[in-house]
């Protein structure tokens, strides 16, 4: 932050606020709770207010969120949040798989947007198909055009999809690099938006869209002998976060100065602003010189930074928050429908009463909004939905009972999906993917890696384990692998010397598919140093290795769980420990006290090998480092607990995303994702 910036603020930017919150999330949540005080009850206008971030991209993201959810129109500054824009997004995700037709996520994101907009059923059926065919996504389908079990209408979207993609793969090597962006935003139709869009965001698509073809423009400027495909790669590049390609070209941040909240960094502040909050929850992350600035100006002003809390949300808040909301999924869901009723299908009537319903749930809102003065809220719902369903079809009737907006209303939420978010619940009408669920008898068939992985973020658990998108392994994978693979067989040939293991190692990297190129050198070094101490520690236990790689399957009341355990060590006074190698980053005990996957084992012990009393640790074989769970952790009720929550999440199809900047960065469905957009 320079000094001009300093001099601005202190003489004319009006009220400044500076906020410091334990965490980015309740920051967010303050800061759009004050903003739409100033927007709905003082009547100042978004673009007076700018929000200015001494944090990282996932302070930015906690923000945006926060503001999306009471329907706040924002805008994040800069290239970067250009890239983040859905309709960047879609030109992102045909470039890659122009280049790379197994990239299953960018697969998905272009089979379920516009202009294909196939649904979740038919892209799991698909996928399907290719998983057994050993094909990828893009080589299946027309294989999947021939399938009996693809319907009608499916197989009409995958010819419109393979006709656009053979002749854009043509035009990537035919076209100079911003003559193939035009190309794709005409002829694949990436540059139509929603006709019933806002003013607004028409204008932010256009300004996002410009950016992209001025990008093309100076990549060719910069590499006159470079093709499509290297602006390409130069593209994907900085939509996953090198920032390389950003600094030789910056958005003019003048096109996106609309009527918005503006999301800023330390930088000088767009003109007209009357208020602005800086949060300096991540000031300690800042480099020294700019974290001074920011003392320098808190002192300039002579202020304070304050700890706010956020204000709980009335139910006329929520109410209204969830109308903003649902208003523009309405729009959303109606271009889609439109564009589905010249189509030759027998389920048409399921997509117009899909629209109806979304209409009159917001006639339910605007009327409870209305309800009399000392109404509770249960006794106006419960007269409104008589009156709304005494005026509809039987079919309108079954969408309008099935639907969850009773439950969050009474519940205090409103956690509607957000516009854009078709990826995560598909358009109207999207029949349930309850075939492809992973069913066993009445429940599901789960293990541990399962029940983690829903936990952490549920729509990666849908990309993963119900639309089965496949992921290729990382190189940290393949390294975690190999080192199991020899630990296993090391032990289960006995043990043994050193050299034993060494052996081993030769053989199950030459397997992993292991070069010698230097990286893959420095991890051979790490993880013969690794089995060096390991043998080390193994000659000085007291405990007595039992078990390795020991499966296990139990009923969990109507569900399944199977898993395997790494090792079962006897200890001296005769119970044991179940041990689980890693080769990531070691966690403290304090760390692991909410750890699922060591807790579920023990109960797993305990029903399928009857070993009532056991302890269990995760050894971190990089750092030769043993990290027991805490023993006052919780129990074996919470473990069932868990598991009949996650059960019967996925039995109904709760897929929402909960990002977190750890989880997401290592996310194989990002492209795919609506909450990496901005």
């Given amino acids: 932050m320079s000094m001009p910036l300093l001099e601005d603020l202190v003489r004319a930017c009006g009220e400044v606020r500076f906020w410091r919150c334990a965490d ?6 303050a800061v759009a709770s004050d903003v739409e005080r100033l927007l709905f009850r003082e009547d100042v206008h978004p673009r007076q207010i700018a929000v200015m971030l001494a944090g990282d991209a996932a302070a930015a993201k906690a923000l945006s969120k926060a503001l999306g959810e009471r329907g706040i129109p924002h805008r994040t500054e800069g290239s970067a949040a250009v890239l983040r824009r859905a309709e960047v997004r879609d030109v992102v995700a045909w470039m890659r798989i122009l280049l790379d037709p197994h990239d299953a996520g960018a697969a998905a994101r272009v089979l379920l947007r516009p202009p294909i907009e196939m649904r979740h059923v038919d892209l799991a059926q698909v996928v399907q198909i290719a998983r057994r065919r050993r094909l ?7 294989a999947s055009i021939e399938s009996p079990q693809v319907p009608p209408e499916a197989c009409e979207r995958i010819r419109r999809f393979l006709s656009m993609y053979r002749a854009a793969a043509e035009a990537m090597q035919e076209l100079p690099p911003r003559r193939f962006v035009d190309y794709l935003l005409q002829n694949v139709g990436l540059n139509k938006g929603n006709p019933l869009d806002a003013q607004l965001q028409t204008a932010d698509r256009e300004a996002s869209l410009a950016w992209l073809i001025d990008f093309a423009s100076s990549f060719e400027r910069r590499f006159p002998w470079s093709g499509a495909s290297e602006l390409a790669k130069q593209l994907i590049s900085s939509e996953a976060g090198e920032e390389d390609g950003l600094e030789a070209h910056r958005a003019n941040d ?5 009527d918005a909240v503006q999301i800023l960094g330390l930088r000088t502040l767009p ?8 949060l300096g929850g991540g000031i300690d992350r800042l480099p020294a010189e700019e974290a001074a600035t920011v003392e320098q100006l808190r002192q300039a002003l002579g202020a304070e930074w304050e700890e706010p809390q956020a204000r709980p949300a009335s139910t006329e808040e929520l109410i209204e928050a969830a109308l903003r909301t649902m208003r523009q999924e309405l729009l959303d869901g109606v271009s889609s429908i439109g564009g589905r009723l010249g189509e030759l299908r027998l389920d048409t009537d399921v997509d117009v009463s899909h629209g109806i319903v979304r209409y009159l749930e917001l006639v339910k809102l605007a009327a409870l909004l209305e309800r009399p003065e000392g109404q509770g809220i249960e006794e106006a719902l419960a007269d409104v939905n008589n009156r709304l369903l005494a005026a509809v079809t039987p079919l309108q009737r079954e969408i309008l ?9 009474l519940a205090g939420r409103t956690g509607r999906s957000q516009p854009g978010s078709g990826v995560v619940r598909g358009t109207a009408g999207e029949p349930p993917l309850r075939r492809f669920l992973p069913r066993k008898g009445e429940g599901l068939l789960l293990s541990a890696s399962d029940i983690e992985t829903y936990r952490g973020c549920p729509l990666r658990y849908k990309f993963a384990r119900v639309l089965r998108l496949p992921a290729d392994q990382t190189r940290n994978q393949r390294f975690g692998i190999a080192l199991h693979q020899v630990l296993e067989r090391y032990h289960v040939a006995g043990g043994g010397e050193l ?3 060494l052996e081993l190692l030769d053989v199950c990297w030459r397997r992993g598919g292991f070069g010698d190129g230097p990286d893959d050198r420095r991890l051979r070094e790490k993880a013969s140093d690794a089995l060096r101490r390991y043998h080390e520690r193994l000659a000085d236990e007291q405990s007595t290795p039992l078990w390795f790689e020991r499966s296990f399957a139990f009923k969990l009341d109507r569900h399944y769980v199977r898993g395997r355990v790494d090792r079962v060590d006897r200890l001296p006074d005769g119970s044991h420990e179940l041990i689980d190698y890693k080769t990531g980053r070691p966690r403290t005990q304090e760390q692991l006290r909410q750890d699922i996957q060591l807790a579920l084992y023990a109960l797993a012990a305990q029903e399928s090998w009857q070993l009532e009393s056991s302890q269990q640790a995760y050894y971190y074989l990089l750092d030769d480092l043993k990290v027991p769970l805490p023993q006052d952790g919780p129990g074996p009720e919470w473990v069932r607990d868990t598991v009949l929550e996650v059960g019967e999440s996925i039995m109904q199809e709760r897929f929402d995303p909960t990002p977190s900047p750890a989880a997401c960065r290592l996310c194989d469905y990002r492209i795919a994702c609506p909450v990496a957009e901005g």
Avoid: C, K, Q
């Fill in 271 to 278: 003109p007209g602003v009357t208020h602005t909050y800086i």
């Fill in 136 to 142: 990828d996504i893009v080589t299946a389908l027309p």
């Fill in 401 to 409: 009972e099935s639907s969850t907006l009773d439950e969050e209303l």
């Fill in 254 to 258: 003048s096109e996106f100065d609309a």
């Fill in 499 to 501: 050299s034993t293991l």
């Fill in 24 to 29: 980015a999330r309740a920051e967010a949540l």
